[in-house]
């Protein structure tokens, strides 16, 4: 069966094309390669031994997304990872969020709709909660207008889905992340950010090899055990493998609605000073940090509550926050050689 994954050379997409090709699928990845590089497909190939078919294709440009759909029939399911997904940017940048993690997600699905059964996983995130009420977070808590206009293009993608699915034949499940976290054990694949890290892993590990002065730790003045904000950090390849099953729940026509939502967490919340010692202790290196006042946006805590995912889907996440960050460490060692 083939699968395309758009935006499938992106940290989660190339982790998830590894796991589909460990599954016996054929893959099909496009990327329109404005934050990553060709050279992911070589990782992945000498992860799997198997290079995924590529084509370069910008999902923003109607006309190629239709021309590409009419020459790719056999498709039999769509992961859709394509959308930017800084926060920090999207509030400086609404229209280019609007414009991209909009327009790509209608473009798809109107190429989808025409076929007579559609299978779409969708890249959502735990940000449509903004701060949640109670803790651990389980789907039914609701959806608040999040704070960045990255996190509203998710709330907007996930109502247009349930639009849409209303009335095709097109079949979802919204997986929700948490903080995905961490690189492949084999180091052939990892986390790319581009300039400055706006996420808090890739900071430590860069400042960890001495790319950065220190880190900045945005508030320890929060409501939570330490007085830093609390996250759920789960392994890239554990959130990998949870589409994997996603999908195989939908070719298998095993969902019992059009749509579905799972939140993809570990269930544990760790502060920002716990993967700090956390990455200290894996990497046996003193991180130079600082406390500075919270940065605009931020939430006190979040955490899910795994229950539906566990019984449901069948997946619980494996690695620890250890586990984690040793291979994030590992991964920022290894690029930067
Ligand atoms: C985690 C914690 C920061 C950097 C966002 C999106 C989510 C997903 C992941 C895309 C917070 C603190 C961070 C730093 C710090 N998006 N921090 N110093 O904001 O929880 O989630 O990114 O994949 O949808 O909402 O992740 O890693 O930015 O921050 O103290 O230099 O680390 O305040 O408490 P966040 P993050």
Known sequence: MKILVTGGLGFIGSHTVVELQNEGFEVLVVDNLSNTSLNVLDGIQSITGKIP?????????????????????????????????????????????????????????????????????????????????????????????????????????????????KVTNINAILLRYFNPIGAHPSTEIGELPIGVPQNLVPFITQTGFGLRKELAVYGDDYPTPDGTAVRDYIHVVDLAKAHVIALQRLLNKKNTAKVETFNLGTGTGSSVLEVINTFEKVSGKKLPYKIVGRREGDITEAYANTDKANTVLGWKAQSTLEEAMASAWKWEQKIRK
Do not use: W
């Open 53 to 165: 078919a590529f084509e370069k294709l910008d999902l923003r440009e109607k006309d190629n997304v239709q021309d590409f759909f009419k020459r790719h029939h056999d498709i039999s399911g769509v992961i859709h990872f394509a959308a930017s997904k800084a926060v920090g940017e999207s509030v400086e940048n609404p229209l280019l969020y609007y414009e991209n993690n909009i327009n790509a997600l209608v473009y798809v699905l109107q190429e989808l709709q025409k076929k007579p059964e559609a299978n779409f996983i969708f890249s959502s995130s735990c940000t449509v909660y903004g701060q949640a009420e109670k803790m651990p977070i389980t789907e039914n808590a609701p959806v608040q207008q999040p704070i960045s206009p990255y996190g509203n293009t998710k709330k907007i993608g996930e109502e247009i889905i349930i639009d849409v699915a």
